[in-house]
């Protein structure tokens, strides 16, 4: 029975949370609308009329394009070794037993509950005290550092939901343990390695504070967009920040589909449509 | 850790194994950890203490700086910052509240309500932060810029004086902070909610509970370590934001991020900036030590990548 206090109180509710996801989307709405302004002088802050011209030159601006490349080289890289390293961390963190696994599942955690202000500082000072050159590597090397967490906590995940009797029947049959890895762990490990690297490639193309203070010279496109904020950002940046979401979210729901495909043939309940697989 | 281990693969399935395999085999996950671990050790923990190192020299930029072990810059950043450090978690308090206030009913009714929509409204909520942060603050700058419809808008309805403004003020900064985290609250907060085992809520109508009072006594203490994590995954990454206070306020908001990046990046006085940043790495550090007091690092951790 639905009491009129009832309805009202799931009027309220449902009004709020639409209001709440207005308020998530606003910005998203500015950023895609002045793509397509038709913005004249430096400034794209008030709407002056509809054009394509931004699209249809999107390296029109001097530094950005070249930014945009650096910044997808770095997630590129990022993406691989961290799902590399952080793959086999969370193997020996869920199908092993060994002394210290305790502490490493913490110090996994770690940077992820340390503020990026902090990392990047730490990481500076540290790079300074070495003499080190910043620049390309030292943000890779930062930004494989921030996602290694993200990777081994995705790739759990999706290993304790994974049976492991195939593995077990691998090993009776007479394969050797890098063989079940490769032939078996790995391939029923996938789907979780794919939301894993979509994950850490995200993180890195975003990320903006550890880079500010690993960067040196060397531009990414956050920090192009920093830069340009002082004195107006061209729409191109909203040109391709609309591109960006637009392939993450192709890619999620690419993901998604591939992880239910696979859910079925092997007969495991899997998570339903988690939009990360975590 | 106390979850159940799996069995390595292929123990036990093959008899004679000897000492010398045996030994092989605890061998591998060190092996397998040893590369990851060795990265975190040599880019996260010693850049952390070298913090220390780094903040107890002294000299200028030009001239370089040598170690004195000059602990006295400690008492005297602090001192000299305090304004911003105390507005660090001023802004920070304010800004996870308000998240907990947004995101607490719209994560019960994704949780209870939503249905079929639950996945759809849970993708919304994560969707927008696949844009570019940078980019989002500086659709904020549009959104509350003197001459946006926000602005006009609330002018013609009385909120905002004839004069009054949006940008550059403390309501920017600390609204800014509070859209960028909002995920990190509704997402913990969520799965709290839909974990919770529903009959309970039957058994306490049985028992002639009020609606207010069932909230009250089950949903609300059930939901506890979601808000717990929620409130933590906001706090800590808020304190440490320099962005918003950067581009949505004016130096009167600057927080300490912005101390710790400007003094290493622009005045270069690196001792002053890594005393401060270890300081915030100092109080992060207890405030999850009180923290894991209640929940485990894994919710923790599974909820910062949810």
């Known amino acids: 029975m639905r009491t009129t206090a009832d309805k009202l109180r799931n009027l309220v509710l449902g009004t709020w949370s639409i209001l709440a996801i207005i308020f998530l989307f606003l910005p998203i709405f500015v950023i895609v609308m002045f793509s397509f302004n038709d913005n004249q002088g430096r400034f794209n802050f008030t709407w002056q009329g509809f054009t394509l011209k931004h699209w249809k030159e999107p390296f029109a601006v001097a530094g950005l394009g070249e930014a945009m490349g650096t910044s997808i080289a770095i997630a590129l890289l990022t993406t691989l070794i961290a799902v590399a390293l952080g793959t086999f961390v969370a193997l020996a963190l869920v199908r092993y037993r060994w002394r210290g696994r305790g502490a490493t599942g913490g110090l996994i955690f770690l940077p992820l509950a340390t503020p990026e202000v902090?990392?990047?500082?730490?990481?500076?000072?540290?790079?300074?005290?070495?003499?080190?050159?910043?620049?390309?590597?030292?943000?890779?090397?930062?930004?494989?550092?921030?996602?290694?967490?993200?990777?081994?906590?995705?790739?759990?995940?999706?290993l304790e939901g994974m049976d492991t009797h195939i593995e077990e029947a691998a090993a009776d049959l007479g394969a050797?343990?890098?063989?079940?890895?490769?032939?078996?762990?790995?391939?029923?490990?996938?789907?979780?390695?794919?939301?894993?690297?979509?994950?850490?490639?995200?993180?890195?193309?975003?990320?903006?504070?550890?880079?500010?203070?690993?960067?040196?010279?060397t531009v990414t496109?956050?920090?192009?967009?920093?830069?340009?904020a002082r004195q107006g950002v061209p729409p191109q940046v909203n040109v391709f920040a609309t591109a960006i979401l637009v392939i993450v979210i192709g890619l999620m729901f690419a993901n998604l589909a591939w992880q239910r495909r696979a859910a079925r043939r092997e007969g495991i309940p899997v998570p339903e449509a988690k939009p990360l697989g975590v | 850790m106390s979850e159940a281990v799996a069995p390595a693969p292929g123990k036990g399935s093959r008899g004679g194994g000897g000492l010398s395999l045996r030994r092989k085999r605890a061998l591998i996950p060190l092996l397998f950890v040893l590369p990851g671990l060795a990265w975190l050790v040599l880019f996260y923990v010693i850049p952390i203490v070298s913090q220390v190192w780094v903040s107890t020299q002294t000299g200028n930029p030009d001239d370089g700086f040598v170690q004195t072990w000059n602990f006295a810059v400690y008492p005297e950043a602090v001192s000299e910052y305090l304004p911003q450090l105390g507005r660090s978690f001023l802004y920070a308090g304010i800004a996870?509240?308000?998240?907990?206030?947004?995101?607490?009913?719209?994560?019960?009714?994704?949780?209870?309500?939503?249905?079929?929509?639950?996945?759809?409204?849970?993708?919304?909520?994560?969707?927008?932060?696949?844009?570019?942060?940078?980019?989002?603050?500086?659709?904020?700058?549009?959104?509350?810029?003197?001459?946006?419809?926000?602005?006009?808008?609330?002018?013609?309805?009385?909120?905002?004086?004839?004069?009054?403004?949006?940008?550059?003020?403390?309501?920017?900064?600390?609204?800014?902070?509070?859209?960028?985290?909002?995920?990190?609250?509704?997402?913990?907060?969520?799965?709290?909610?839909?974990?919770?085992?529903?009959t309970l809520l039957e058994a306490a109508s049985d028992l002639y509970a009020s609606k207010l009072t069932a909230f009250r006594k089950v949903t609300l203490p059930l939901a506890a370590p979601g808000i717990f994590a929620g409130t933590l995954l906001t706090f800590i990454p808020a304190i440490g934001d320099y962005i918003n206070a950067q581009l949505l306020g004016t130096p009167n908001q600057f927080m300490i991020g912005n101390v710790i990046q400007s003094q290493y990046l622009t005045v270069r006085e690196y001792p002053t900036a890594a005393a401060l940043s270890f300081v915030v790495m100092v109080i992060v550090l207890v405030l999850i030590a009180i923290a894991l007091r209640f929940v485990s690092t894994r919710q923790l951790s599974e909820a910062a990548a949810s």
């Open chain 1, 176 to 217: 050797n343990q890098a063989t079940t890895l490769w032939k078996i762990t790995l391939p029923l490990l996938a789907p979780g390695l794919a939301a894993a690297a979509l994950l850490s490639f995200a993180i890195s193309i975003d990320d903006f504070v550890v880079s500010n203070f690993t960067a040196g010279q």
């Open chain 2, 96 to 198: 996870t509240l308000a998240c907990l206030i947004i995101s607490f009913p719209l994560a019960y009714f994704i949780a209870f309500k939503a249905g079929r929509w639950r996945n759809l409204m849970l993708l919304l909520v994560i969707l927008p932060f696949f844009t570019s942060l940078i980019v989002r603050v500086v659709a904020w700058q549009t959104l509350l810029a003197d001459d946006s419809f926000i602005v006009d808008a609330l002018k013609a309805i009385g909120i905002l004086g004839a004069d009054g403004r949006l940008l550059a003020t403390t309501f920017a900064v600390i609204a800014g902070i509070t859209y960028n985290f909002l995920p990190f609250m509704v997402l913990p907060l969520y799965a709290s909610l839909e974990r919770m085992d529903r």
């Open chain 1, 221 to 228: 496109f956050p920090l192009f967009v920093y830069g340009a």
């Open chain 1, 118 to 158: 902090v990392l990047g500082a730490a990481l500076l000072g540290w790079f300074l005290t070495m003499g080190l050159v910043r620049g390309f590597v030292t943000v890779l090397i930062a930004h494989v550092m921030f996602t290694l967490g993200y990777v081994v906590i995705t790739v759990r995940a999706r």
